[in-house]
């Protein structure tokens, strides 16, 4: 069956533009987490969206990282003006009903190269 | 707050011997640990998980335990094989239902 996906799955811009990186959770799955992580460190959270509730965004770094859920399904995760530490891979994963209690299933993940 | 421990963040056995990670969670009211396993360039994938009825679970070669009482959890390894080298995180439930990670152990297997 279907599973996570992300695009796109690499991504160069240089630096100052604005990035838009999607993720399509698995069917039905109501929880969805952005992370980022840098090379060869660890899950970084970003956000957490879980059904109708209000966001978890305190993971975002800073205030050009926003993310939206619409139709509580694809999510886009959107980078402004960005920098070259925003370098990294962005991972979306989802999980069903409760989360935190249910195995979380990753995407492939969007490489993002700021030059 | 809410955090889970990981130990220790870089762990280097010999093939065939047995590998450990540990985690320490702080939540009391979590009850579902899982583990998963990043290979380099791919996406984490769940490996094991346990839930607390439970204090051990078994899947070939793989086994998580679980300490309730002192808040903390193992993943076990054993007759270790090349293609476990990876990076591993635990997880554990935090407040409003939200999953919390480790920062992961890159486990090493030597020839």
């Known amino acids: 069956g279907a599973g996570v996906s992300q695009s796109p799955s690499n991504k160069v811009t240089e630096k100052g533009k604005d990035v838009e990186l999607r993720c399509d959770p698995i069917?039905?799955?109501?929880?969805l987490y952005w992370y980022r992580q840098s090379l060869g460190q660890g899950l970084e959270f970003l956000i957490y969206?879980?059904?109708?509730?209000?966001?978890?965004k305190s993971g975002l770094p800073s205030d050009r990282f926003s993310a939206e859920r619409t139709g509580g399904s694809v999510s886009t995760l959107t980078i402004q003006r960005t920098q070259q530490e925003d370098s990294a891979v962005y991972l979306c994963?989802?999980?069903?009903?409760?989360?935190?209690?249910?195995?979380?299933?990753f995407g492939p993940g969007t490489r993002l190269l700021v030059l | 707050g809410e955090n889970v421990e990981q130990h220790p963040s870089t762990l280097s056995v010999q093939e065939g011997d047995s590998a450990v990670i540990k985690c320490t969670y702080s939540?009391?009211?979590?009850?579902?640990f899982p583990w998963y396993k990043q290979e380099l360039g791919k996406r984490p994938q769940l490996i094991i998980d346990?839930?607390?009825?439970?204090g051990e679970k078994k899947d070939q070669r793989i086994a998580v335990t679980l300490n309730k009482t002192a808040k903390h959890f193992s993943l076990h390894i054993t007759e270790t094989q090349p293609e476990d080298s990876a990076v591993y995180f635990c997880?554990?439930?935090?407040?409003?239902?939200?999953?919390?990670f480790g920062k992961g152990t890159r486990l090493h297997i030597l020839p």
């Open positions: 994963a989802s999980s069903f009903q409760r989360g935190a209690q249910e195995t979380q299933y």
């Open positions: 069917s039905g799955h109501t929880a």
């Open positions: 969206f879980q059904g109708n509730s209000a966001p978890d």
């Open positions: 939540d009391s009211a979590s009850n579902y």
């Open positions: 346990i839930r607390s009825n439970v």
């Open positions: 997880a554990a439930p935090g407040r409003d239902d939200k999953i919390i």
